[in-house]
Each structure stands twice: as structure tokens, then as C-alpha cells.
């Protein structure tokens, strides 16, 4: 009998950029890393590609239209599950270079705090696997492999 197709869970994450200046959300009532900063993100739904995900997620947690032509793919970071009840996961961190509005808590049951700051003076309060992602990017890199 043949095995079954690996299957992985892919989440997508924007980077939004103001100059020297990197927006972080504060994630809260999810159940996952609450209290944590990351960038705006979300799960695939299916049925849709990454850029077409991204766009959506931005929308619904930032509240802003990210214009598709301008999502870059900056990395894949492979991950691990963490525990036994996890998945392994692709996250897809794009660069975003255009949008049209102002971000703001578009869902704020999900999210306690928006932090526009410098992107080489991180809180340290980011979630781990975020830091390294933008560690990683920072250093050229297009593929990090974690908890391997």
C-alpha cells in the first residue's frame, strides 16, 4: 500500500516597511504565542494561491490593500512541529513594498497592539521563529530550516 502525500500547513506572513521602520502586531485571543509581537499573518485557506492569502490576511488584520505586484517571497522557513499536536509548516515571509491605507487593529480579538520601529532594534518580546525569519532575510537568505 502506498504511503500518503506528505501534507504540510503554509502561513503567510507580510513585512510592511517605512523606511528604516517595520510594523509588528501584538498577537492576543488566539490561544498561540498570545502577548507575542509578529507581522501580520494567517493560514492559507485553500482554494487560493500565497500572494492571493497574503493579500487577504493583510486585509483582514491590517485593514489595508496590498497591491499583489508588489508581495516579494523573502524566505521559506521550514519548520518542525513543536509539539505532538502540531504540524509541520512552510511559512511564506513576503515583502511588501506598496499598499493603499493606513494599518490599524482590523481584529482586535486578535491582535492588542500595532508597533511601527526599527527593524535592527526588534522588542524583544517578538516571537523566536519571527526574529530568526528576519534575521535570516536581513542576512540574504531565502530558506530556513527550524526545530530539524
Known amino acids: 500500500m502506498p504511503a500518503e502525500p506528505f501534507r504540510v500547513v503554509a502561513a503567510v506572513y507580510g513585512i510592511l516597511r517605512d523606511g528604516d521602520r517595520l510594523l509588528l502586531m501584538r498577537?492576543?485571543?488566539s490561544g498561540y504565542r498570545d502577548g507575542q509581537?509578529?507581522?501580520p499573518a494567517g493560514h492559507l485557506d485553500g482554494g487560493e494561491d500565497v500572494v492571493a492569502g497574503l493579500v487577504r490576511e493583510l486585509r483582514e488584520e491590517i485593514g489595508v490593500e496590498a497591491d499583489p505586484q508588489s508581495c516579494r517571497l523573502a524566505l521559506l522557513m521550514h519548520t518542525?512541529?513543536?509539539d505532538s499536536e502540531d504540524r509541520e509548516y512552510f511559512h511564506l515571509f513576503f515583502v511588501v513594498d506598496r499598499?493603499?491605507?493606513e494599518p490599524f487593529i482590523a481584529e482586535p480579538d486578535k491582535c492588542s497592539e500595532l508597533w511601527?520601529?526599527?527593524v535592527s532594534a526588534l522588542p524583544s518580546d517578538v516571537a523566536d521563529y519571527v526574529a530568526e525569519a528576519l534575521t535570516a532575510i536581513a542576512r540574504g537568505d531565502s530558506l530556513a530550516l527550524r526545530g530539524w
Do not use: M
Request: glycine share 20%.
Open 37 to 39: 509581537f509578529s507581522l
Open 27 to 29: 498577537r492576543a485571543g
Open 99 to 101: 499598499w493603499r491605507g
Open 80 to 82: 518542525a512541529p513543536e
Open 116 to 118: 511601527w520601529g526599527d
